[in-house]
């Protein structure tokens, strides 16, 4: 979504994670997507670090918040806690039973700290940082989704108004629904394509 906004050109190449494309090994050891490699042959492997690389190309609404270094903590932090907490239990909610230790609603209590937060966040402001979209938002809500799709009819019934109505706000925009185009599987002599 953020390469989408800032309207920066790449080349993307769709990979079927378990038949990942020998090449993409080579630039990335990691084994998992995105990967993004730059003229000069630099890598980044990380979302966050891709979305903030598009944005300092061209980032019209100011999502980085450039002017306004707390928002950009704020951020930074909400980021974070997706990242290195969320992600996690999110895993294991997704894929309970490859952790029998607990039962899928554990993981899923454990994932529901992190929505609480964004409830509360969400109840103060439009968007999770402040009343505009940041890049917070475009960075937590794919997860956010994943999420939510676990379990549809929980969700639904769940109490988090204010994320529900956040994530259906911008997974219906057409910057989302763009982002989200379904490509051929590449393979090595596939025919180049342009995004966005």
Known sequence: MAIKYSNVAVEIREVVLRDMPQ???????????????LPDGAVIDESWDIMKWALSINDPD????????????????????NDFDFKVHL????????YPDFPMEYYREQGEVFIGVLEARLQQHAYVVCDRITVADIAVAPFVRQFSLVDMPWFARSPYAHVKAWLDNLTSSPLFEGAMKKYAPWAPGSSIVVFP
């Open 23 to 37: 090449d993409m090994l080579l630039q990335s050891s990691k084994g998992t997507v995105p990967v993004l490699v």
């Open 62 to 81: 100011d999502w980085l918040c450039r002017n306004h270094a707390h928002l950009l903590k704020e951020a930074e932090n909400l980021v974070h806690e």
């Open 91 to 98: 895993d294991r909610y997704k894929y309970s039973v490859r």
